[in-house]
């Protein structure tokens, strides 16, 4: 028997709910588990109306507007959470692919924005931090949490910006090239 999609969909909030309460416990690797079967549950859903689908499709497999929306969101949310617990077990590189993603697919998705920063912050990609942390700061002015991780930034660059001036001094003898 297969699953209608509103079974799929309420199988994939099932799991985040599951792995929302292992953060909650501070218990990351096991969440990531669980939050990595949600795709299992409603991959292949947003790809029913595409044309070429469509036409081998019945009305019946189609997603509504709602349902897209819907479905859309609980993908976006569950790789913000993924790249929170990335982000709690120091796997930077999987945090920023997870944030990436889920900025791709929702575009106001605060949380995903502060953790792709938080993420680049760690990783020394002072532009692509500055730019998500603009991007969440511009969703949420008034966010401190934003607002520390900026203060991060600042301070991770302008360190990154004084060891590179000492590299060129020390290549260049403090002689400026002409």
């Known amino acids: 028997m297969s699953l209608t999609t509103r079974q799929k969909i309420e199988a994939g909030i099932k799991l985040k709910e ?3 309460d292992l953060v909650r416990k501070g218990e990351y690797k096991k969440a990531c588990q669980l939050y990595r079967r949600v795709p299992g549950c ?3 859903l947003l790809s ?3 044309a070429q689908v469509a036409q081998f499709a019945g009305k019946q497999d189609r997603l509504t507007d709602e349902e897209r929306k819907e479905v859309v969101e609980l993908k976006a949310t569950v790789l913000g959470n993924l790249a929170l617990c990335y982000l709690k077990l120091q796997d ?3 945090a920023l692919q997870c944030a990436e993603e889920a900025t791709n697919l929702d575009k106001k998705n605060v949380k995903a924005w502060l953790r792709m ?3 680049c912050n760690e990783l020394g990609q002072w532009e692509k931090a500055k730019d998500a942390l603009g991007a969440a700061n511009a969703l949420e002015p ?3 949490a934003i607002t520390k991780e900026i203060a991060t930034w600042r301070a ?3 360190k990154w910006l004084e060891e590179q001036k000492a590299k ?3 290549a260049f003898g403090g002689k400026l090239l002409s």
Do not use: C, S, V
């Open 42 to 44: 409603i991959n292949g």
């Open 168 to 170: 060129e001094k020390a």
């Open 117 to 119: 920063g938080i993420a």
């Open 48 to 50: 029913k109306d595409d």
């Open 142 to 144: 008034q966010n401190a």
């Open 156 to 158: 991770g660059y302008n």
């Open 92 to 94: 930077f590189p999987r």
């Open 18 to 20: 599951d792995a929302n």
